[in-house]
């Protein structure tokens, strides 16, 4: 089956699962846009505060419609919570 940007996958092991970005996972981010804001420092876009990352989301889920990228959020199993 050939890849399709409008279908969602989901990959993951034992340790992770990456699964889609969606516009909702701004609220499972924010803890890193606001406490490690300098994690963002050497990005293209910027996406530290609330305001930015809602930005931020917003423009990577637009290139997946443009079919140019495909962004996942990462959830770590053993911790139970994104990252």
């Known amino acids: 089956m050939p890849f399709s940007f409008n279908k969602d996958y989901t990959i993951q092991n034992d340790e992770v699962k990456l699964r889609p ?3 909702e996972d701004c609220d499972n981010l924010m803890v890193f ?3 490690e804001a ?4 050497y990005s293209l876009a910027q996406a530290s505060g609330k305001e930015n990352l809602a930005v931020y989301i917003k423009k990577v ?3 997946r419609s443009d079919e140019n990228s495909y962004p996942f959020i990462v959830f770590d199993k053993r911790k139970n919570k994104y990252c």
Do not use: G, V
Not at 38 to 41: F, K, M, P, T, V
């Open 21 to 23: 970005l969606k516009p």
């Open 33 to 35: 846009s606001i406490f």
């Open 38 to 41: 300098d994690i963002w420092e």
């Open 61 to 63: 889920i637009q290139k």
